[in-house]
């Protein structure tokens, strides 16, 4: 038998890294930005042309390459961070494994200038997909210029799995937001398409929060600072009265590289205790210096998953210090009354005699004392007659005749219940509209019986085969939802004005997903209207959300859209109709009445598909009069 297994060619096993190590355009700008900061660089511009899809392009002045490193940068495993398998556990560095630039040029058209510091004349070299085409030099500016085009033009499966502008662009926000938080001593430019999102200038890391997500946030943080022979942490934590339901702002930074560590968090969530709800979480922005020695950075490719040696005591460490800052920010004041103009009050002791001031009152002066002929007193003739009737005195004759009253009330709304003639019995003719509004269901229910409640949560009917249970939340979310891609036409939709229109604040991130959705979601009867900054004024939304928190229900919108829950592109009005529709649907627990049962009920058995809601889960469950029959 011939041998079967062969070496791999370069370029295919580039093309395979590149699959974990780039997901999305957001990955390059991580990538290439991180490297400029290793390189030393105090000035970093990233500029894009349609969310990436294009042109990712990062300029920074660190301190560039030679001929033969620019060269060598794109081989796999190529690296000026280690050198040895020792290096691993010293990293001082964002990269080290020396697979990024392979994987970019391979699923990618790049061109890289750059400058060593000190050198006359630098280099420019052209690759695509893995090839180099050429190589020359080039009269550039100091440190180093990538342009990444094209992402992905060899790999169509993944160009057209990629999401809409809006999301891709988010992602990047994402990204960047991290790495310009971390590296505050950095000066940061995000353009995109022409228009600058970002110009950060350097600062300290609170200033830098503060221009990232607006000052007003400057006055939500509580500062904390805690440093063991283990670790030092630093940072800030948001005070409880700012938590959040969504768009909470949650960063762990470890040795200047951004972590998850839901570990952490579950520590910091304990200390909050009862001072959040329970649906709510706070924001905290907090940096960890380590030992390199005691993490472990080469768990997952995106270098975000961290393994700490000391897990459970810097566990204990960070509860303590978010308790401590807690507990500093909710601590009583004292009461610091001002004295100055005070008056001068003499100490009291026992021997001090304290005399109440003295008026000229007539003790026998009484305004409702009959007057008599002749007596004095003022000119006043109201004369009021208290005597004519006695008052009861006698209290369980008075509680005897009440319950006497309520008696006789309950004996004559018995007797009217007996001598009312019952309502009639429904038609014929009354029963054919009702199966004929209920066409294309099997279902037919026997509308002289009302339907009932159970638990707050099921609507219990019945039906000519049994008993039709109906799980409530769903099935007002099927209605919703029908209702809202009926009016995407244009010509039935129905939008409730807001009398103060609520003023929503997004992220850099969220604004840009909104900005994608506005023109779809006003086709449904929302409507916004941008103010300063990443603020909307929300001015009307859809008939039927009463009592519905309206914030709450487009971030859910905006965030359903961010985690790709379906194209934005494709099937966009579906998505947003259902996504509304669920966040408005009556939640669990909910009471209704009688007319409201039967509206609900009416109103979903004249859907054309009422069983199942848009993503497949079932409505209605029917209990057969044989399956009741068994029971017994």
């Known amino acids: 038998m011939s041998d079967i297994i062969k070496l791999l060619p370069d370029s295919v096993a580039n093309q395979i890294a590149a699959g974990e190590v780039i997901q999305r355009p957001a990955s390059v700008v991580k990538e290439l930005v991180e490297n400029a900061i290793d390189a030393g660089a105090t000035n970093v511009q990233i500029i894009l042309k349609e969310a990436g899809r294009t042109l990712i392009q990062v300029i920074d002045n660190g301190k560039g390459m030679t001929p033969t490193d620019a060269r060598l940068a794109f081989e796999r495993h190529s690296t000026s961070k280690i050198s040895k398998a020792e290096d691993l556990f010293e990293l001082h560095t964002m990269g080290f494994r020396g697979e990024a630039l392979a994987s970019i040029c391979a699923i990618s058209q790049v061109e890289l200038r750059t400058c060593a510091k000190g050198a006359q004349v630098g280099t420019k070299i052209t690759l695509n997909g893995s090839t180099c085409e050429s190589q020359v030099p080039d009269v550039c500016p100091e440190g180093a210029n990538f342009m990444v085009k094209n992402i992905f033009f060899n790999v169509p499966a993944r160009r057209k799995f990629l999401k809409s502008n809006q999301v891709e662009l988010s992602n990047i926000v994402k990204e960047f937001e991290k790495l310009a938080l971390v590296n505050h ?3 940061f430019t995000l353009v995109n398409n022409g228009n600058i999102m970002y110009k950060l200038l350097p600062g300290n890391f609170k200033q830098r929060i503060a221009a990232v997500w607006g000052r007003n946030i400057d006055q939500q943080l509580i500062p904390l600072n805690i440093d063991t022979s283990l670790c030092k942490i630093t940072g ?14 949650q960063y762990f930074f470890v040795n200047g590289r951004y972590m998850r560590h839901p570990y952490f968090h579950k520590a910091i969530m304990s200390s909050y205790g009862q001072l959040i709800p329970d649906d709510e979480q706070p924001n905290y922005f907090l940096v960890f210096t380590v030992d390199p020695e005691s993490i472990d950075v080469n768990i997952h490719p995106t270098k975000t998953e961290i393994k700490f040696e000391n897990e459970m005591p810097i566990w204990q460490i960070l509860a303590a210090a978010v308790k401590e800052s807690l507990g500093r920010f909710i601590a009583v004041p004292t009461i610091d009354f001002d004295t100055e103009d005070a008056p001068n009050i003499p100490a009291y002791n026992e021997h001090t005699v304290v005399s109440a001031p003295t008026e000229g009152i007539d003790p026998t002066y009484n305004p409702f004392k009959p007057k008599r002929k002749g007596q004095g007193g003022g000119a006043s003739t109201y004369t009021p007659d208290f005597n004519q009737k006695k008052p009861m005195t006698n209290w369980e004759l008075l509680y005897q005749n009440f319950e006497n009253s309520k008696q006789a009330g309950l004996d004559s709304i018995g007797t009217e ?13 009354t029963m054919a509209s009702s199966e004929a509004n209920l066409q294309g269901s ?4 026997d509308v002289s019986t009302p339907c009932i409640q159970v638990r707050g949560r099921y609507l219990v009917s019945p039906v000519k085969s049994g008993l039709m249970i109906i799980d409530q939340h769903r099935a007002h979310l099927r209605v919703l939802y029908d209702q809202y ?3 995407i036409d244009g010509k039935n939709i129905t939008s409730q004005s807001i009398l103060f229109p609520d003023i929503l604040q997004l992220t850099p ?11 779809e979601m006003e086709k449904i009867g929302f409507n916004f209207s941008r103010l300063s900054g990443n603020d909307w004024s929300i001015n009307a939304v859809p008939a039927g959300m009463d009592h519905i928190d309206i914030k709450d229900t487009i971030l859910q919108v905006i965030d359903s859209a961010e985690s790709g829950g379906a194209s934005i592109s ?6 947003i109709a259902f996504t509304v529709a669920k966040a408005a649907a009556l939640p669990y627990g909910t009471s209704l009445n009688a007319d409201e049962m039967d509206k609900l009920l009416s109103s979903l058995l004249k859907l054309q598909n009422p069983n199942y809601t848009p993503d497949g889960k079932t409505i209605i469950k029917l209990i057969t009069n044989e399956q009741i029959e068994k029971m017994f």
Do not use: C, W
């Not at 099997?442 to 229910?445: A, I, K, P, S, T």
């Open 236 to 249: 800030f934590i948001g005070k409880p009265e700012n938590a959040r339901r969504r768009n909470y702002l």
């Open 485 to 487: 891609m009926a009016n």
């Open 185 to 187: 001593n950095v000066e």
């Open 570 to 575: 494709e099937k966009v009005y579906d998505h």
């Open 417 to 429: 219940a007996v001598t009312k003639p019952s309502a009639p019995s429904p038609s014929s003719e």
């Open 509 to 519: 991130a969220q604004d840009t997903i909104l900005s994608g959705l506005e023109p």
């Open 442 to 445: 099997l279902l037919n229910v």
